[in-house]
T-cell receptor, first 115, second 115 residues
Framework: AQKITQTQPGMFVQEKEAVTLDCTYD???????LFWYKQPSSGEMIFLIY??????QNATEGRYSLNFQKARKSANLVISASQLGDSAMYFC????????????FGAGTRLTVKP | DTEVTQTPKHLVMGMTNKKSLKCEQH?????MYWYKQKAKKPPELMFV???????INESVPSRFSPECPNSSLLNLHLHALQPEDSALYLC??????????????FGEGSRLTVL
């Protein structure tokens, strides 16, 4: 089974600055999908960004970008111009093969944005 | 507003009770999921239904019994639970084709307390 590792339990960032949240993964499948989700204190899980293992370019969605380094098996999330509303738990997740419906999550990183 | 609706939002039950959690989506998604999330932990995959058939069962104790009556509904029947089963139970759905394979749409969760 796939394994996802997030080694930063908590991170702090100043408002308007950029922050990188780390994620490494391990899988034997050549085709897989990597995701980032945000979970505010209210509890809902919000999809942020997706990277397919065969995608040539790093994914971007607005202020979110994914720094995908396939050889290093890392998929770090970069949030630019942090806002107070970005304070939340962030989970890296992985699906072993596209549409395999087996999404599993890393331990998460709690991001706090300081004014 | 989330497009995946979970009821009830809160449930308190004794160890001898029988109760059910319900989940509904009308996005035409054919994969539906149950996750369990303890406080300050990531969601843990419990069950997945694909095209109304159980495709993944993560060795969940039999006191949890999933049911998928049709493509829009997902139930989780609870019987003889233990206090350690107290958690947030998240329902999710996903497409089986599209731009972001496996992107999960989550409900707001049902917070279960077992006394």
């Amino acid at each position: 089974a796939q394994k996802i590792t997030q080694t930063q339990p908590g991170m702090f960032v100043q408002e308007k600055e950029a922050v990188t949240l780390d994620c490494t993964y391990d899988t034997s499948d050549p085709s897989y999908g990597l995701f980032w989700y945000k979970q505010p204190s209210s509890g809902e899980m919000i999809f942020l960004i997706y990277q397919g293992s065969y995608d040539q370019q790093n994914a971007t969605e607005g202020r979110y970008s994914l720094n995908f380094q396939k050889a290093r098996k890392s998929a770090n999330l970069v949030i630019s111009a942090s806002q107070l509303g970005d304070s939340a738990m962030y989970f890296c997740a992985m699906e072993s093969r596209p549409y395999n419906n087996d999404m599993r999550f890393g331990a998460g990183t709690r991001l706090t944005v300081k004014p | 507003d989330t497009e995946v609706t979970q009821t009830p939002k809160h449930l308190v039950m004794g160890m001898t009770n029988k109760k059910s959690l319900k989940c509904e989506q009308h996005m035409g998604h054919r994969a539906m999921y149950w996750y369990k999330q303890k406080a300050k932990k990531p969601p843990e995959l419990m069950f997945v239904y694909s095209y109304e058939k159980l495709s993944i069962n993560e060795s969940v104790p039999s006191r949890f019994s999933p049911e998928c009556p049709n493509s829009s509904l997902l139930n989780l029947h609870l019987h003889a639970l233990q206090p350690e089963d107290s958690a947030l139970y998240l329902c999710a759905s996903s497409q089986t084709s599209g731009r972001f394979p496996g992107e999960l749409f989550f409900g707001e969760g049902s917070r279960l307390t077992v006394l």
